[in-house]
């Protein structure tokens, strides 16, 4: 692995963010770009430093995977057209869910994701605005924990030997590859991005399809949606560094209105950590524990069982695929 890390310590905010402007206009030139928003703290840093350095050249796009939170699409568009920088939704969930069909290891359903954004997604997109480059939030741990065989990252493309230019008709920009999560939240404050930008969860590339263990379908994500909004509703504010929910695919037995039920089981995560390096369960209150089971158990369909888990990082990992 050849990428030095600039770790928080060293990391000048405003320096960082002038020399990244000044790199990117170097690099695209008069030509233009394209940015896929998410909504996540990388990706939104990206969106904000690319557009103060590019503008009007450069074209950013939400893309809707049909995996992301509830409402997420809608609320992310109008939050950065609001400060300025256009965004345009693109419909894309009927090409995720027809690649992930009948996928059920973690490393295919992550290739199926890979496969949806760059040579279906992105390549349309790019023809469509005439766009040189694509932007990415890669950051210094997707590259390391892909290169150490942890887990593949949707978005590590180049490292892994892939020439995009040549595969896809591309060149991709990652400005952030250097930094972990901690120096990127502080990178997005001082671009006065929103406090619920910068101080949000992390989310996984791959969106709920890495909290569906099994096939990911519309229904399975729906329901690991619901269980999610709990979730983050209930541990916003625990101060703890991730918190998640994971549909289970065996099901278990339960009991539902006085008879036995075949359903559904959710699993808890919440994480204590500093850079999704290395991570402890946060030690959550069992009244919190049981309040999260009850209103899971009755406010989404299906599910009978929620459990907590209790395995540090390593051997676990802080997201389910």
Request: glycine share 6%.
């Amino acid at each position: 692995m050849n990428i030095e890390e600039l770790k928080i310590e060293d990391l000048n905010t405003e320096i960082f963010i002038n020399q990244k402007i000044k790199e990117i206009s170097g690099i695209v030139g008069d030509k233009f770009a394209l940015n896929a928003l998410s909504g996540g703290v990388d990706s939104s840093t990206v969106t904000m430093i690319a557009h103060r350095a590019l503008g009007e050249r450069l074209k950013s796009y939400f893309i809707d995977t049909g995996l992301m939170r509830e409402g997420e699409p809608d609320h992310i568009v109008s939050l950065f057209r609001n400060a300025g920088v256009p965004v345009e939704k693109i419909d894309a969930q009927e090409q995720f869910f027809a690649l992930l069909k009948g996928k059920l290891d973690p490393e295919e359903k992550r290739e199926a994701i890979t496969k949806a954004f760059y040579p279906i997604v992105f390549s349309q997109l790019v023809k469509k605005c005439g766009a040189a480059f694509v932007f990415q939030g890669t950051n210094y741990t997707d590259v390391e924990e892909t290169v150490a065989g942890i887990k593949r990252q949707h978005n590590i493309i180049e490292q892994l030997g892939i020439d995009a230019e040549k595969e896809y008709g591309y060149q991709i920009i990652e400005p952030l590859i250097k930094l972990r999560k901690p120096a990127i939240r502080a990178v997005a404050k001082a671009l006065k991005l929103p406090s619920e930008i910068y101080n949000r969860p992390p989310f996984p590339g791959p969106a709920l399809a890495a909290r569906v263990i099994g096939e990911v379908t519309p229904h399975r994500v729906e329901i690991v949606r619901k269980a999610t909004q709990i979730v983050e509703t209930e541990l916003q504010d625990t101060k703890a560094f991730q918190y998640l929910a994971i549909l289970h695919n065996d099901r278990v037995t339960g009991i539902k209105n006085g008879k036995r039920d075949y359903g559904l089981q959710i699993e808890v995560r919440c994480w204590d950590s500093e850079d999704a390096k290395t991570g402890s369960p946060t030690a959550l209150a069992h009244d919190i524990l049981k309040r999260l089971a009850k209103r899971i158990t009755k406010e989404v369909p299906g599910v009978v069982s929620v459990t907590y888990n209790i395995t540090p990082k390593p051997p676990s990992t802080i997201e389910a695929i």
